[in-house]
């Protein structure tokens, strides 16, 4: 299996989301204990690429080594309208997730 496998899928209105905000910086996705199901998805902006893995380097997405073996095979989607805009992450391999949806086991 090649590391490009390993990877979540970004879908296209992802891609485009994110081209249209212009990141000066990288993206990180990552993968932390918390939330009332266990992990949680937190997303930041990093200056620095040290240990870090390219999930798409030309839109400038990276995450680290441990949070990509929760991400392996997820779908990273967009949905968005003028009121409610949100990053969704479809992970086949979680158990359980919270009520709200934004942490899983």
Known sequence: MSEE???PKLTSKFKIYISSLELNQYMNIEVVTGGCAGFQYKFSLVDELE???FIDESLKIITDESSLSFLKDCIIDYTGNEIYKSIQISNSKAVN???CGSSFS
């Open 97 to 99: 997730t919270c009520g």
């Open 5 to 7: 496998m390993l990877l």
């Open 51 to 53: 240990d870090y893995i």
